[in-house]
């Protein structure tokens, strides 16, 4: 399962990160007009906000479980959350989680 988890969380940086850098491409790097456009409408903004909470939950988790078990490689999670995406986060974690040995390793 682990190399499934890593294929995702490369799926997961890769696919999120073209369609960002076409719109970029389009608009320029300006991320107050990319915020701007990711609430365009209602569904959008839900979509934020549904991505927002599980990325925020994620969090929790990683801190929860790195703080009990003391391995912080964990941590690196975090960023890849909010920095490229849940799409990315949470299956490097789990990756990262099943390669020590489930909850024992991290």
Same mark, same amino acid.
Request: charged residues 10%.
């Given at each position: 399962?682990?190399?499934?988890?890593?294929?995702?969380?490369?799926? $997961?940086?890769?696919?999120?990160?073209?369609?960002?850098?076409?719109? =970029?491409?389009? %608009? @320029?790097?300006?991320? @107050? !007009?990319?915020?701007?456009?990711?609430? !365009? %409408? *209602?569904?959008?903004? $839900?979509?934020?906000?549904?991505?927002?909470? !599980? *990325?925020?939950?994620?969090?929790?988790?990683?801190?929860?479980?790195?703080?009990?078990?003391?391995?912080?490689?964990?941590?690196? *999670?975090?960023?890849?959350?909010? @920095?490229? @995406?849940?799409?990315? $986060?949470?299956?490097?974690?789990? =990756?990262?989680?099943?390669?020590?040995?489930?909850?024992? $390793?991290?």
């Amino acid at each position: 399962m682990r190399w499934v988890f890593a294929a995702l969380a490369v799926w $997961g940086a890769l696919h999120p990160m073209y369609w960002f850098l076409q719109w =970029f491409g389009q %608009n @320029g790097y300006d991320l @107050g !007009a990319m915020v701007d456009a990711w609430h !365009a %409408n *209602a569904a959008s903004s $839900g979509l934020v906000w549904d991505l927002t909470i !599980a *990325a925020v939950a994620l969090t929790v988790w990683v801190l929860a479980e790195t703080v009990r078990h003391r391995h912080w490689l964990g941590m690196i *999670a975090i960023p890849a959350t909010f @920095g490229i @995406g849940v799409s990315c $986060g949470l299956p490097l974690y789990l =990756f990262l989680r099943a390669s020590r040995g489930g909850t024992r $390793g991290i």
